[in-house]
């Protein structure tokens, strides 16, 4: 029996649907294939893989991709993590698509300067994903 398939969908697949792959990857990659992807590509964040890396997952070989260049043609479930993408998720036959919004850190921080400040957004986002990630199979159904 293959494993489901599960995305992580974003606007930009730069930051957060790229710390939910990777955390899911951490605690489910031998249940589920894992993926993420966004509307549009905006190319990684490098503040996203440093808090990340702390958490001790490495995300620095994701590239942001779009959901046309995965190659997969069912996905089982997808996660939208932004409003953007569940407003304009596209078709996906017979999955099952869940929406669990997380603020996003470039956003927020796009006004601050101080480089503390602007980490600790991000690393609050990528612990909520965590949290997230760590339970996301109840959302899950057969």
Not at 13 to 29: L, P, V, Y
Not at 66 to 84: A, I, P
């Amino acid at each position: 029996m293959s494993k489901k398939k599960i995305l992580f969908l974003c606007t930009g697949n730069s930051c957060r649907s790229q710390m939910g792959e990777g955390w899911a990857r951490h605690f489910w990659g031998d249940t589920y294939d894992i993926y993420s992807a966004g509307t549009e590509r905006h190319g990684m964040n490098e503040r996203a893989i440093a808090v990340m890396a702390e958490a001790g997952v490495d995300i620095s070989a994701h590239e942001s991709k779009t959901v046309d260049m995965l190659g997969v043609e069912r996905f089982d479930v997808v996660f939208t993590v932004c409003g953007h993408a569940h407003e304009h998720c596209p078709y996906f036959p017979g999955g099952q698509i869940i929406h669990v919004g997380f603020e996003d850190p470039p956003k927020l921080t796009a006004e601050m300067s101080d480089e503390e400040e602007i980490l600790a957004v991000y690393r609050r986002v990528r612990d909520e994903i965590k949290a997230f990630t760590q339970v996301m199979d109840r959302s899950i159904t057969s």
